[in-house]
C-alpha cells in the first residue's frame, strides 16, 4: 500500500473547471494504476475515471466522457483529474486509488491505497 494525497478540490461555480490531483509523498506511483472516486452525501461511492500504469489506457465513467480527463506525470509523480463543464451534481468528495498492476480498475474493492478525499462543491 502507498499514503496518498489529494489537493485541488474547492468551491466552483456550475461550468467551471476545475483539476484535483493526487501523489505518493516518498514513494513513486509509476507502477501503480490510479484510479478517481466520488462519494456524494447520501449516495454510494462510484468510480468516475482511471488510468494504467503508463497513462496509454483510461477509462471513464459514463457520466463524465467528455467533461472530464484524467491524465499522469511521472516526473511529478502526480496523477491529475482535470473536470470541465461542472455540474451541480458533480459535488463530492473525491478519493485518488491506487494499486500496483498494469490494469485499469474500475472497482473500489480492487484498490489497496486510498486517499483521504477532497471535497469538490459545484454551485449553481
Known amino acids: 500500500q502507498v499514503h496518498l494525497v489529494e489537493s485541488g478540490g474547492g468551491l466552483v461555480q456550475a461550468g467551471g473547471s476545475l483539476s484535483l490531483s493526487c501523489t505518493a509523498p516518498?514513494?513513486?506511483?509509476?507502477?501503480?494504476?490510479m484510479g478517481w472516486f466520488r462519494q456524494a452525501p447520501g449516495k454510494e461511492q462510484e468510480f468516475v475515471a482511471g488510468i494504467n500504469w503508463n497513462g496509454a489506457i483510461t477509462n471513464y465513467a459514463d457520466f463524465v466522457k467528455g467533461r472530464f480527463t484524467i491524465s499522469r506525470d511521472k516526473i511529478q509523480n502526480t496523477v491529475t483529474l482535470h473536470m470541465a463543464s461542472l455540474t451541480p451534481e458533480d459535488t463530492a468528495v473525491y478519493y485518488c486509488?491506487?494499486?500496483?498492476?498494469?490494469?485499469?480498475?474500475?472497482?473500489?474493492?480492487?484498490?489497496?491505497?486510498w486517499g483521504q478525499g477532497t471535497q469538490v462543491t459545484v454551485s449553481l
Open positions: 486509488a491506487g494499486r500496483m498492476t498494469n490494469l485499469v480498475l474500475t472497482r473500489a474493492a480492487d484498490y489497496f491505497s
Open positions: 516518498g514513494r513513486t506511483l509509476s507502477t501503480y494504476s
